[in-house]
């Protein structure tokens, strides 16, 4: 496995970690919590812990395209990570 590889898993696997941060920074869990416990486990675990979580009632804070931002960057580099994984970087190194 190349280093570029691990590289967009570690992106990848942070910024999904910042989503579910920001799912739960609305929840009673908190963007702290919910954040340390997406990158300790799994972001998919994170995110599952944050929405049995009950919300916060009247605070209806937004965080407008920053999370549809990061939701798709992280989706991106997620993309990348499995291409890379998948092909074994020979799509990098141009198939030597």
Do not use: Q, Y
């Amino acid at each position: 496995m190349g280093i570029l590889t691990v590289v967009f898993g570690i992106l990848s696997g942070c910024l999904l970690s910042v989503l579910v941060g920001i799912i739960g920074s609305s929840r009673r869990i908190g963007f702290g919590w919910a954040f340390l416990i997406s990158l300790i486990f799994t972001p998919l675990v994170g995110l599952i812990v944050a929405l049995l979580t009950d919300p916060l009632s009247g605070d209806d804070r937004r965080w407008g395209c920053i999370g549809t931002l990061l939701a798709i960057l992280g989706l991106v580099f997620l993309a990348a990570f499995l291409l890379l994984l998948l092909t074994g970087g020979a799509l990098v190194l141009g198939a030597c």
